[in-house]
């Protein structure tokens, strides 16, 4: 299994294309000749991306600056995209809230569940049966290993990448032998914004370095994985540790603990 290979209509979308991992899954595309449609909302950036990978690799690169939390706006976006020749979504787009769910911003909780769980599957929903009908396509959803175990103070967050990991999991059984690949990329720790986003100060001071990896490596471990027909993707040592911790430790044992570690963050 395998994704398709560029032409010149096709085109790789990829959400949250403006920082991060999804800015570096463009570069991994671009480089590997793949026309782009970058999203976000920071249009700015989105435009320099472009302009940078279009100098830098013979490719094409859309910019179609979105608020996906907005159900409108995304309802057009995906009409937009339907006229398309789309080869590989990326949903990628996503934020963390830390804090006990009662003390958080019922709106901002509310995006986060529009971003991390609605868009992503309106996302599959819309584009899965033209990948089908011409039996090729790939799909990347970045979950988290936060997905794997309930997280006392980052409640919405765990629970809308449980979402993403079990639905991108799904996918891959039931789209085997279609044409069409689905992987999971479940990251731990990966040096973005991510931190800033979710307004946690200096989150790199806590951890040592080598517990971190580059948005860079994440978004090439990721494309190869899908490239390659993987299930999930767990990139660095610190995530594939959590992974198997969150996965196999009972949870009895795991909830006051990260109550303690996510209410300590903020
Ligand atoms: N970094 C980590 O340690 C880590 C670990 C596990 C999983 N992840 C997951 O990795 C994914 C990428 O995050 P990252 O680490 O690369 O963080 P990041 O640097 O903050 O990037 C997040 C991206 O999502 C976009 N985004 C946020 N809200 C949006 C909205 N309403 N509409 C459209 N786009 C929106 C941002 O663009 P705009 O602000 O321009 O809209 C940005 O491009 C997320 O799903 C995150 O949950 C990250």
């Known amino acids: 299994m395998t994704i398709p290979l560029p032409t010149p209509d096709s085109r790789v979308v990829i959400t949250g294309a403006s920082s991060g991992i999804g800015e570096a899954l463009a570069e991994s595309f671009a480089r590997r000749g793949h026309s782009l449609i970058l999203i976000a909302r920071r249009e700015d950036r989105l435009h320099a991306l472009a302009d940078t990978l279009k100098t830098r690799y ?58 991390n769980v609605v868009a992503v599957h309106d996302f599959v929903v819309a584009l899965l049966p033209r990948m089908l009908g011409r039996s090729s396509g790939g799909i990347l959803i970045t979950g988290s290993t936060a997905g794997n175990q309930p997280s006392p103070n980052n409640a919405t967050y765990a629970a809308t990448k449980a979402f993403a990991n079990t639905l991108s999991e799904s996918l891959h059984g039931e789209l085997a032998g279609t044409g069409v690949t689905c992987t999971l990329l479940a990251p731990g720790p990966v040096r973005t914004e991510f931190g800033a986003v979710a307004d946690l100060g200096a989150i790199e001071k806590r951890l040592p370095g080598f ?23 767990v990139p660095g040592a610190t995530a594939k540790l959590q992974d198997v911790g969150g996965k196999y430790t009972p949870h009895s044992i795991l909830n006051p603990i990260l109550r303690k570690v996510y209410g300590d963050l903020r």
């Not at 996906?68 to 949903?91: K, N, Y």
């Open 58 to 115: 013979i490719v094409d690169v859309d910019v179609d600056a979105c608020d996906l939390a907005d159900a409108s706006a995304r309802t057009l976006l995906l009409g937009r995209l339907l006229d398309r020749d789309i080869s590989v979504a990326c949903l990628n787009a996503g934020f963390a809230t830390y804090g006990a769910i009662a003390d958080l911003d019922a709106i901002r909780e509310h995006e986060e569940v529009e971003l």
């Open 211 to 233: 517990a971190w990896v580059t948005a860079e490596q994440a978004a090439e471990a990721a494309v190869r994985g899908l490239e390659s027909g993987k299930r999930r993707v």
